[in-house]
């Protein structure tokens, strides 16, 4: 295989003449770009790019996108990344290849990048155009690229792309950008743009596939977890990256020389947000590294610090800071050493309070890091809460969440969240609306508030406008909310919980602070106990009384300063009572996609993890339902083609546990488009197959509506409808309720015979009268499996076989397609297998199918299917049935 690729890359870059020699490669003309003369001849070296005969490299010459392909292919054989799954499967493509016009020397690659999924069915009509291959553009190569890297590298949603004509690059491709751009294999021309749309030249492409080469090679992995971070004063930082490759990376990093981006690269960071146990994202230039991406959401300052929100005022040793979440104002009182920092830089109260002063028209934000002491105010003994640290940053906006009350065109109007605060904000004129990480309009927003019970994030401008509006139908969590966790380990030390697949641990100061409960089942309310008996309870331990459980559940309880007062704790079983919720949450509506075995809906920006396996049959009951109203399977693989497919609308109604975890899914289409494959009336089966490839078997009502007198249900049966272009609607069970014919050009021109077929020379002889054969004839037959034109030709010539055809003609007398049953055939016995008969006549061997094989051995008189060993080598006439299925011989 190897050496076929080599063969077809010189046809590639030869274009008919013999390559030079990788290794004595000095190309005439690569001075013309200087920029990338180097790079022209370490690719050479490597053996990724050859040259022409006449010494030249041709250097700004256009990439076709079939030569993008083997070149990528070359490029992932030497760096030892080809998929083994995905080689070898020209076969499987070779009729869609054909039909694309791909050029012979390129088919294998292209065949390797559908299969590996380089290459999507969409993107080949832009290879040829008339049977002349085209360039390809820059955007389009940067696609190919990232999808080949995206096996080894995360793929994130780009929004952070920042070239100055970000604006050109289509919303599909900003993905592959970014990862491309953070990986340092593409950058902008020397004015800040990508120029998406240009055509992208083999020195273009040399310096990409040397970066990539490189990046391979080296296995330098791109990502992994600070194991460890020293502040030094916010000066500078010590950090160490324990990458997943296995390698470490110690970096000493200040604002200077390295910048910090959020996951898609929106928006920079300061050093001091980078936190031990972060996964981050490293951007090499070479081996030097350049930029940092924070890929876990930035720690949420409720998790980075004790107390966060904006300060009211600083002066005469306290300070008054209103939290983000609530609007509530809390007083704390001043440590004698504590200290201060300024954008993660150290400072001093003074330089805080000048802050204040001169950012007046702006909100000044706080985390404060705090301890409660008991002292006698005012002659008694009272809580105090001090600051010991004060991390201060200076924002032009600020953001508080809540549950919306209502909503209109102007202002958003809710309840703050943890507080029963009501607050509103009106639009700014550039205000930017979302639901979940999908960017809506205002309208949208305002018709899924009437829908029921919303939650809402509001950015707030420093004139008290909303520039920035996300809704959800999920709570945004903060740390004082009332949530449930899943407990994964309670000690006198810590409690480790965990919700939403991400695990929180709470470090105890002291254990005597803390008032524990569980749930006492007998009496059913709460029971007060002391750290000993909640410990004893939650181990399980049998001198206490307590027995057996599978999952223990908490709620813990906050003071204003983010310390934890109490915890509850209850077993699985007496979740629903002592929580007074359902084990499991519902949600419902259209889903979104369904990557890496989690399932997300439009409407939220929750991720549910699917299990495993669904339909589980345990003790004569069936754990995880799982249904797909309308499908005849209910497999994950469908679920989750569905979920993925752009032609297919997906509405899934789930429940979930504590962990978002799905326990139940009821699902079912509610719009599709595509082609008709395959239409049966009686068995109420429909076959789509959408622009993407994937093909659906789906059930109708028993006679769904069209959308014209021209036909009904019956004639979408026929043979003449098969591949038209149809839009399907569905009723609440999932059943296709109506087919809609968009693309009928090929029925209106069309007529229908049938009888039995023959061959006459070079045509196709039906009824007595002879027709063309059109360069595209569709064939099918449920008498047999064989579907090119030549194997049936062969057939129809075989004098020992009858075969009844219903054809559609076209006004050029041509055969379009041909639907055909097998009325007899006669031959030797060869052997029955698997639900077809294999017999021998004086041109070849057939393999017709056959009816159950019960059936078959009941109508051949037979009891056994070993009974069928004893026809071989007879001569038999095989008798089909009106299905042109073999029911007996």
């Known amino acids: 295989m190897k050496r076929k690729m080599a063969m077809a890359l010189a046809a590639v870059l030869v274009a008919g003449s013999l390559p030079v020699t990788a290794s004595a490669a000095t190309f005439t003309d690569i001075n013309e770009v200087s920029w990338a003369s180097s790079t022209i001849q370490a690719v050479s070296d490597k053996g990724l790019i050859n040259g022409y005969e006449d010494g030249t490299f041709r250097a700004k010459n256009n990439v076709t996108y079939s030569e993008a392909m083997v070149m990528i292919y070359n490029l992932m054989d030497k760096t030892g990344n080809l998929k083994a799954s995905a080689t070898n499967t020209l076969s499987i493509y070779q009729s869609v290849l054909n039909t694309y016009k791909i050029p012979t020397w390129s088919q294998s690659t292209v065949a390797y990048g559908l299969s590996a999924q380089i290459l999507m069915a969409a993107d080949l009509p832009k290879f040829t155009t008339n049977g002349v291959s085209n360039p390809a553009t820059r955007q389009d190569v940067a696609v190919m690229f990232g999808r080949a890297l995206s096996e080894k590298y995360d793929i994130y949603a780009g929004t952070g792309v920042n070239y100055n004509d970000v604006w050109r690059i289509s919303d599909e491709v900003m993905p592959y950008v970014d990862l491309l751009t953070r990986l340092g294999i593409v950058t902008g021309d020397d004015s800040g743009n990508f120029n998406p749309t240009a055509n992208i030249t083999r020195a273009e492409m040399a310096v990409m596939m040397n970066k990539t080469y490189d990046l391979l090679s080296n296995e330098l992995a791109n990502t992994g977890e600070i194991t460890e971070i020293v502040n030094h004063d916010g000066d500078y930082y010590d950090v160490d990256v324990k990458m997943d490759n296995g390698e470490r990376n110690r970096l000493t990093l200040s604002d200077d020389n390295i910048s910090v981006y959020n996951k898609d690269g929106s928006r920079e960071l300061p050093i001091s947000s980078l936190t031990k146990g972060d996964r981050v994202s490293l951007v090499f230039d070479g081996l030097v590294i350049t930029k940092i991406y924070l890929l876990d959401e930035e720690a949420s300052a409720q998790e980075k610090y004790d107390a966060v929100g904006y300060i009211y005022s600083l002066k005469d040793g306290y300070l008054n800071l209103e939290s983000e979440n609530t609007g509530e104002t809390t007083k704390y009182k001043i440590n004698t050493n504590c200290t201060y920092y300024l954008d993660g830089k150290k400072t001093t109260e003074s330089a805080i309070k000048d802050v204040i002063d001169d950012n007046s028209d702006k909100y000044v934000y706080a985390g404060l890091y705090t301890e409660t002491k008991n002292e006698k105010v005012d002659g008694k003994r009272q809580d105090v809460l001090y600051a010991n640290a004060v991390y201060v940053t200076v924002k032009d906006e600020y953001t508080q969440t809540g549950e919306v009350t209502d909503f209109t065109s102007t202002t958003v109007y809710y309840k703050a969240s943890g507080s029963n605060a009501r607050k509103s904000a009106d639009f700014a004129s550039d205000c930017e609306f979302y639901i979940g990480d999908k960017k809506s309009s205002a309208k949208d927003l305002e018709e899924m508030a009437e829908s029921g019970t919303v939650y809402v994030k509001v950015t707030v401008n420093s004139k008290g406008k909303a520039t920035k509006v996300v809704m959800t ?417």
């Open 473 to 889: 139908e999920d709570k945004f969590t903060d740390n004082t909310a009332s949530s449930t966790y899943t407990v994964k380990g309670f000690n006198k030390d810590r409690i480790i919980v965990s919700r939403g697949g991400t695990s929180t641990t709470y470090e105890f100061g002291s254990t005597s602070d803390i008032t524990y409960y569980t749930w006492d089942r007998s009496a059913g309310k709460w029971e007060e106990r002391s750290f000993k008996n909640a410990e004893s309870y939650y181990e399980g331990d049998p001198e206490e009384g307590e027995d057996d459980y599978e999952t223990m559940y908490a709620r813990i309880n906050f003071d204003k300063s983010g310390k934890i007062t109490a915890i509850y704790m209850a077993k699985d079983e007496d979740r629903e009572p002592a929580f007074d919720e359902a084990v499991n949450s519902e949600k419902k509506g259209t889903v979104e996609s369904i990557e890496n075995g989690k399932l997300k809906f439009k409407t939220s920006s929750t991720e549910y993890t699917l299990q495993k396996e669904y339909n589980v049959k345990k003790d004569g009951e069936t754990k995880y339902p799982l249904k797909i109203g309308g499908a005849q399977t209910s497999s994950l693989t469908v679920l989750t083609r569905m979920a993925n497919c752009d032609d297919v609308t997906l509405y899934a109604e789930i429940k979930a546990d504590g962990d978002n975890k799905i326990t139940e899914i009821e699902a079912r289409l509610t719009a599709a488009e595509g082609k008709l494959v395959e239409y049966d009336k009686g068995k109420k089966e429909f076959t789509l197959e959408t622009p993407d490839g994937s093909q659906f078997k789906l059930y109708t009502v028993s006679n769904p509506k069209t959308d014209s007198d021209d036909y009904d249900a019956e004639d979408l049966e026929t043979t003449g409808y098969r591949g038209s272009s149809v839009e399907l609607e569905f009723n609440n069970d999932g059943e296709i309720s109506k087919i809609i014919v968009t693309d009928s050009n090929y029925n209106s021109g069309t007529k229908r015979v049938k009888g039995t077929a023959s061959i006459d020379g070079s045509k196709i002889k039906i009824d007595g009268k002879s027709y063309s054969w059109d360069s595209k004839t569709y064939i099918t037959s449920s008498s047999f499996t064989y579907s090119t034109k030549d194997m049936f030709e062969r057939m129809l010539q075989d004098k020992d076989i009858e075969v009844y055809v219903e054809a559609t003609i076209s006004d050029s007398n041509k055969v379009e397609r041909i639907n055909a049953r097998v009325e007899s055939a006669e031959g030797e016995f060869v052997e029955y297998d698997s639900g077809s008969v294999v017999i021998e006549t004086d041109s070849r061997k057939w393999s017709f199918n056959t009816v159950s094989k019960n059936t078959l051995l009941k109508n051949c008189g037979l009891d056994d299917e070993k009974d069928f060993e004893k026809k071989e080598g007879k001569n038999v006439t095989l008798e089909f049935n009106s299905d042109g299925l073999v029911e007996e011989f």
